[in-house]
């Protein structure tokens, strides 16, 4: 395992190292490509990513790369780091400040750490498993909300899902009392933060969710997939990440009698 201090120091020279990357191109981009599966893909993704591998690389030569602009870097290690450069490139794309750059640590399917940094907001976000979640330093929980009918949701896009998902997320939006649309991978720093109780997603990638969950697990949350399921590299890409084990539990009674 490796040493708290350390890990949260390299963490942290992440951010530092990314935003001086991410930063100056923000409301910059001019050229947009269009990778196979049809999402956006700028220069800010591919030179950001190519930072975060050199800089895993110099320090954990050992360990595997998985990321999602570049092929997987395979060691053999039980340690594999999983990189989305910038979470929510439409968003990067529009000049919204909500993406953000993702990092997850992983010893074979069991989560170690994750990083979610929000560079035009300034906040960083950082769980180790056994030491808590922090925003900017700070110690941060997930709220305590003890029902549905007082819980707000949050979900990046209705289009992630086909009609039956859908409806599954309209039955547990139409009982919380409030809701919001947008946000990519600061919805899920915010329910650890404690200000959204409920995030529900599908179509998801591994590189999506792998820095969220320890970070979600830490400030007291869970994550599971739709069936109630712990996540790992082989889900389907649904999420229902919750501030609270009721919480959680009840949401997921209404997805699955409803499904």
């Known amino acids: 395992m490796i040493e708290f201090n350390k890990l949260n120091d390299f963490l942290n020279l992440l951010v530092l190292e990314n935003r001086k990357i991410i930063l100056p191109l923000f409301r910059k981009i001019t050229n947009v ?40 870097k395979i060691t053999g290690s039980n340690y594999n780091w ?38 035009v907001l300034e906040e960083t976000y950082i769980g180790v498993k056994g030491y808590g979640a922090y925003l900017n330093g700070n110690k941060i929980k997930t709220k305590n909300t003890r029902s549905i009918h007082s819980a707000s949701i949050a979900c990046t896009s ?32 915010l329910l650890s933060a404690g200000f959204i109780d409920i995030v529900i997603e599908h179509n998801l990638s591994w590189h999506d969710i792998a820095a969220t969950i320890p970070i979600i697990e830490e400030a007291g949350g869970l994550v599971t997939d739709w069936n109630g399921v712990k996540i790992d590299s082989e889900s389907d890409g649904g999420i229902i990440a919750s501030s609270n084990k009721r919480l959680h539990k009840e949401v997921l009674n209404i997805v699955l009698q409803c499904g």
């Open 82 to 119: 999983i990189i989305d450069p910038i979470d929510g490139t439409r968003s990067f794309i529009t000049g919204k400040p909500t993406f953000g750059t993702l990092v997850g640590l992983y010893d074979r399917n069991k989560p170690i750490a994750g990083l979610i940094d929000i560079p």
């Open 33 to 72: 490509e269009t990778k196979t599966d049809l999402s956006p893909v700028t220069e800010a993704d591919k030179s950001t990513e190519k930072n975060i591998r050199s800089l895993i690389h110099k320090n954990f030569p050992d360990d595997e790369i998985r990321g999602e602009e570049f092929p997987d």
């Open 158 to 189: 209705p289009n992630m899902f086909n009609e039956k998902q859908l409806k599954l997320f309209k039955n547990v939006e139409n009982k919380c009392i409030n809701s919001v649309w947008g946000g990519d991978c600061h919805n899920f720093a």
